[in-house]
């Protein structure tokens, strides 16, 4: 009987103070599983991301796991920054470099929603949005950047324009293809003794080849199906002081045949998020909500709620509560993979 009256008085005590236990098993942020379901994620999130560049995995930041009667539900928090591989590139996503601090690096955050079921991974939601680095980051390592310069400035946008043209004069041979411009990436002006303005574009195949373009009487549009390729270009224009024409270099990384991989085949395609006013725009955002085919909220938040009320305190052969470990919270956020 003894026994039973000190025990009394503690459990009033560690019923208070402990904090509930997490239900479900604890995975660490830098636990294999979690960066497998991360990149999942992220996979999931670059095939649904069709402007702009594909981002990859910076650090997992928080990972929970419920138990749900066919599997478990994953919830993530990712930091993610942009790499220099436009979306429509068929690279994948391990060979892409990640934009350096120098360029004014991108960061993307996502809250993710998976459910795993036999290893396989259905994406139930995720939510995400994009940052460009402060130009105050990029100076502390290289005071002389160029900042990002907002996608419709007009020194972009000619830029662009007579690059494209450069490609388009180069690109001599009899059916050569006439190519526009799909859409501007990134733009950076340099104004100092010269000016010069450095831009990414992607541009598409048209339907027109360049004899048909420059003709006059053709309407000219993005090539569908066989033969429709995207090609990721560089360009520079460099305007010395006195000088009357403008110095132009561009040069192009051509996708070919490669569109049917890169239009996701049964992929709904996000919307983004129509553009705020009087928001200038230095880059494409990683905005978007989306629901998968799984969003089954009603019956996740059934499972969750069976979940945490399935998790009481365990009891131990004597019939005495356990309190629960001390270890059971996950060690995050995970490192930093990049910077
Ligand atoms: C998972 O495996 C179980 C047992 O093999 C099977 O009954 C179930 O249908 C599988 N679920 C999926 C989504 O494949
Ligand atoms: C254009 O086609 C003709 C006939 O097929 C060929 O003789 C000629 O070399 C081609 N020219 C170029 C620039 O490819
Ligand atoms: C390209 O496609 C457009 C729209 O279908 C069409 O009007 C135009 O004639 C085509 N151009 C050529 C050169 O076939
Ligand atoms: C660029 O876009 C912003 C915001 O929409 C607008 O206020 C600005 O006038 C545009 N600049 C040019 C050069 O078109």
Known sequence: MKPLMVLAPLLLCCSVVLPLPPPGRIVNCDDAEAHEAANAAIQHINDRHNTGYKFT??????????????????????????????????????HCVVRPVTEQAVEGDCDVKLH?????????????????????????????????APLNDTQVVHAVDVSLHKINVGNVGNNSTFYLLHEIGRGRIQSGISNSVHVEFVIAASNCTIDEANSGTAACVEKTGAGAHFA??????????????????AQCTVYKNLVGEVVETGAPQVPLAPPKTNVLHFHHNLHHPSMGPHSSESNSAEHYHAAKAGHVFKRSPTGNPVPPSVQSLPLCPGKKIHF
């Not at 928080?62 to 749900?68: A, D, G, I, L, N």
């Not at 599997?71 to 590139?89: A, H, N, Y």
């Not at 994406?123 to 950047?145: F, Y």
Request: charged share 25%; glycine share 6%.
């Open 116 to 148: 795993k079921e036999n290893g396989t991974y259905n994406m139930i939601g995720t939510w995400c949005k994009s940052e460009l680095d402060s130009a105050e980051n990029m100076r502390k390592v290289c005071p002389d950047c160029p900042n990002l």
């Open 57 to 94: 995995l910076n650090r997992v930041e928080k990972v929970k796991v419920r138990p749900t009667a066919s599997g478990e539900m994953i919830f993530l928090e990712l930091d993610l920054l942009e790499t220099k591989c436009p979306s429509i590139s068929p690279t994948p996503l391990l």
């Open 232 to 249: 990721a270009c560089s360009g520079s224009v460099v305007k010395h002081p006195g000088a009357v024409d403008e110095e132009v270099e």
